[in-house]
């Protein structure tokens, strides 16, 4: 199955790039959180649901692009979680840094995830304790978290996180990047960075096929208050996280 979601992410990012190269204008209106989307958004939201669905008609489907009532979610023990477009700043600044984000859940934890950023025609993928890298059609190497004595931070280009400044006051050396969407976890995951830290807002499709990366890549993604980051809607109040790190 992996593979198959993997070929709906590639399609998915075809899209996305017929219309980031296209000279035509680009639809955008704004959410009530001041955050964007465009048709382009809608566009791959409806592939990658109409193809989940023919594979796995019996798993419900949570997608940033749709309103859910909460309570009804909240029930739901397996599902699929995906952001159909993340990093829609990043898309529309024209600067490749988005991605093709799908991931399924099960009893709280995500156990497969594929992240694809159709720009850099990069795919990253992985279930339970493997993760791979896949830079060209058909060329899959396995991917690893690495720790260096000098650490990079890996941070996000568009949401500054303001207690961001006081944490990493508080280390010695570092090297900081800033980078959008959820490449960030990307990059742990194969051990170009050692740890992405988040102060600020995010919600659990942002998150969750990252953090399926990265802990098949042997890193870890926690809370600041030491819990795993978990998407159990249960034990939840809404689709919104807490601060986490993701580190090696």
């Not at 070929?7 to 075809?14: H, K, V």
């Not at 699929?80 to 024209?94: A, N, R, V």
């Not at 980078?179 to 990307?186: H, R």
Request: proline share 4%; hydrophobic share 35%; with cysteine.
């Amino acid at each position: 199955m992996l593979n198959q979601i993997c070929q709906i992410a590639r399609l998915a990012g075809s899209v996305i790039m017929k219309f980031y190269h296209a000279e035509k204008l680009i639809d955008v209106s704004y959410k009530s959180d001041n955050t964007p989307i465009t048709n382009v958004d809608c566009e791959a939201n409806n592939i990658i649901k109409k193809e989940l669905l023919s594979i796995t008609p019996q798993i419900p489907i949570i997608s940033e692009e749709e309103i859910y009532n909460f309570d009804i979610c909240r029930h739901w023990n397996d599902y699929w979680l995906i952001d159909p477009l993340d990093g829609t700043k990043e898309f529309l600044k024209k600067n490749g840094e988005f991605t093709v984000n799908i991931s399924l859940i099960k009893d709280g934890m995500p156990v497969l995830g594929v992240i694809y950023a159709p720009f850099f025609d990069v795919l990253y993928s992985s279930y339970h304790k493997e993760s791979w890298k896949e830079k060209k059609l058909g060329f899959k190497e396995n991917i690893k978290v690495s720790k260096s004595k000098i650490s990079t931070f890996i941070t996000s280009r568009s949401h500054p996180d303001k207690e961001l400044k006081n944490y990493l006051d508080g280390v010695e050396s570092y090297k900081i990047k800033r980078l959008g969407s959820s490449l960030k976890f990307c990059l742990v995951a194969e051990g170009t960075a050692q740890i992405y830290p988040r102060f600020g807002e995010t919600y659990i499709w942002d998150t969750a096929a990252g953090h399926a990366l990265v802990v098949a890549s042997g890193g870890i993604v926690k809370t600041w208050k030491g819990s795993d980051l978990n998407y159990c809607l249960s034990s939840r109040s809404s689709f919104l996280n807490p601060g986490f790190y993701a580190s090696a």
